[in-house]
């Protein structure tokens, strides 16, 4: 009677982290894994997830489990589906499929039927969310479209969610051009109006959540040009008879144009907590 598959102590499954998109050669090791008789079984259980739409209605998202199976093959072109390249007694090749999550399983199978010898079940994982560069890094803080590039972003875009500082940016998906981050997948998404200042990013995406501290740099908002505010205010549109260069700049006046606090007939000036500040 033969040993069932069994898999090594060290290094039974490497990598054990692998993008989403899949297509990675991931290395099994250990023991009577069956020539030509093995194929591996990776396992996806059910992954449930609640979070608050766009709309402010609660939604759950369900990814149902599933069952891989992958065989021996020699045609490339299924790297992505889950295939077995090369396998000997002691050491298989497997292009992982694609997935999101955690905690994926996965088993060798020596033989099909009742007569099927199985290994112990270890885990693979799916990489987290992560974020690259956020275009533009210095986003308009009266709201503009907002574009992250970075890896592992899954592919359903119903679940995908990006804050800055708590505020959601709107309208958050999953898209592909040709002509943006040479054609993989990026995020993109409506921020809304928010107050000047670096930002905390919380993304949800493929079943993960990523954090970005706002001390890491990755974005931070400012008033364009024709506005103006500081670190923690809400941009304002440019006095009547003055410039506003946007940024860290303040108005100022043009010529010809003067201000007279308290005079109601002086439409242009800053309001009231904010006068003066170009002068100290």
């Known amino acids: 009677q033969y ?5 090594a102590a060290v290094g039974a499954v490497t990598p054990d982290e692998i993008p989403t998109a899949g297509g990675v050669m ?9 020539m030509e008789q093995g194929h591996v079984h990776i396992s996806f259980p059910e992954l449930v997830e609640t979070f608050i739409d766009d709309s402010g209605v609660v939604v759950t998202r369900t990814r149902p489990a599933d069952l891989y199976k992958c065989n021996l093959t020699t045609d490339l072109n299924e ?21 999101m999550g955690r905690n994926n399983g996965v088993t060798v199978v020596v033989g099909d039927g009742p007569f099927a010898m199985k290994s112990q079940t270890l885990m693979l994982h799916y990489l987290p969310p992560t974020v690259n560069q956020v275009i ?18 899954g592919d359903d875009t119903a679940m995908v969610q990006i804050e800055f500082d708590g505020v959601r940016c709107v309208n958050a998906s999953v898209k592909t051009d040709r ?5 993989r ?26 954090h970005m501290d ?10 364009y040009k024709d506005f103006y505010g500081q670190v923690g205010e809400v941009c304002l549109e440019c006095p009547l008879g003055a410039d506003c260069a946007g940024f860290e700049g303040e108005p100022i006046a043009q010529s010809g144009w003067y201000n007279l606090k308290g005079r109601e007939e002086a439409s242009g000036h800053c309001v009231e907590d904010r006068e003066h500040r170009k002068d100290l």
């Open 3 to 7: 040993l069932p598959p069994q898999f």
């Open 26 to 34: 991931v290395t099994l090791r250990g023991t009577s894994f069956g």
């Open 79 to 99: 790297r992505y589906q889950c295939s077995v390249k090369q396998i000997s007694h002691t050491e298989m090749q497997l292009f992982a499929p694609k997935g």
């Open 136 to 153: 533009p890094n210095i986003i308009d803080s009266q709201g503009t479209t907002v574009r992250m590039l970075g890896e592992n972003f």
């Open 179 to 183: 002509n943006v981050d040479k054609k």
């Open 185 to 210: 997948p990026f995020l993109e998404c409506q921020s809304p109006r928010q107050v000047v200042g670096p930002k905390n990013i919380t993304l949800r995406a493929a079943f993960q959540t990523t």
């Open 214 to 223: 706002k001390d890491d740099g990755a974005a931070t908002t400012k008033c």
